[in-house]
Structure formats: structure tokens, C-alpha cells
């Protein structure tokens, strides 16, 4: 099965790391990822209406706060973009975020078609209790 993200360190803000890809054709292992990624992207999977998400798609890890639009932000995702992109703030393990509950999972969860900010951290939440069985 291919995995469903790319995953690179995005260190800095720049018109050149802000854009898209030329290709599929990055590394996995680029950089030192943050702790439990895969984990956390397979339990997101484990749940019934995310299997899509291994079809493919980037994540990009930013150093800190970002803009996302217009609003300050430590996950943004952007489902409709071929490939799907997600961009997370770099942290020590991909299980971190805001109350408790994995800001990648987070993102993830809108990518599975969870639009409402509620409903994708209860999807998250759900996708951490899958993957503590």
C-alpha cells in the first residue's frame, strides 16, 4: 500500500518552500521527523471513513506558528489539492497538539472529510483511542 504522505521539514517561510512539488519524487526520510508520525497517520487510517487517506498526499512541517489564510495557525490542510497537502508545526511527537489532541491527527481528519473544527478533533480523538488498543 503507498503511504499516504511524503513528509518533509519546512524550516522557514519562503516563496520557494511554499510551493507545491515538482514531484512525487521526495524521500520519506528527508529529515528526523517528529516521534510516532506513522502512528499516527495509521491510526487515522484504522478509522472506517479515512482509509482513503493512504492514497497519497504532502505533509509539510513548518518550524512554529504560521498563517493559514488569514488566521494564525499550527495545522492548516488543504483536502482539495492534488495531492492533498497538510502543513504541521514541527513538534516532539507527532501525538502533540492544542488540549490534547494530535494536530496531525487533526488535519488528517479534514482531509477524511471532516470539515467542522468539532467533528475533526473528535475524529482525532477517536484515531488516539485506536491506536492505544
Known amino acids: 500500500m503507498r503511504p499516504i504522505v511524503l513528509l ?3 524550516t522557514a517561510c519562503s516563496a520557494a518552500s511554499d ?3 515538482a514531484s512525487d519524487s521526495w524521500l ?3 529529515v528526523e521527523l517528529p516521534s510516532a508520525t ?13 482509509g482513503g487517506i493512504h492514497g497519497g498526499g504532502l ?7 504560521f498563517m493559514c489564510g488569514n488566521v494564525p495557525a499550527l495545522g492548516c490542510s488543504y483536502p482539495t489539492a492534488k495531492p492533498p497537502r497538510i502543513e504541521v508545526a514541527y513538534s516532539g511527537s507527532a501525538w502533540d497538539g492544542k488540549d ?5 491527527a487533526h488535519e488528517l481528519c479534514h482531509v ?3 470539515t467542522d473544527e468539532t467533528d475533526a478533533s473528535a ?5 488516539s483511542e485506536i491506536s492505544r488498543r
Open 112 to 114: 477524511c472529510g471532516y
Open 59 to 65: 505533509i509539510r512541517w513548518r518550524a512554529g506558528m
Open 28 to 30: 520519506e526520510t528527508v
Open 38 to 50: 506513522r502512528a499516527v497517520v495509521d491510526a487515522v487510517a484504522a478509522l472506517p471513513e479515512c
Open 19 to 21: 510551493s507545491p512539488p
Open 100 to 104: 490534547g489532541v494530535s494536530t496531525l
Open 8 to 10: 518533509l521539514l519546512v
Open 123 to 127: 475524529c482525532a480523538v477517536r484515531a
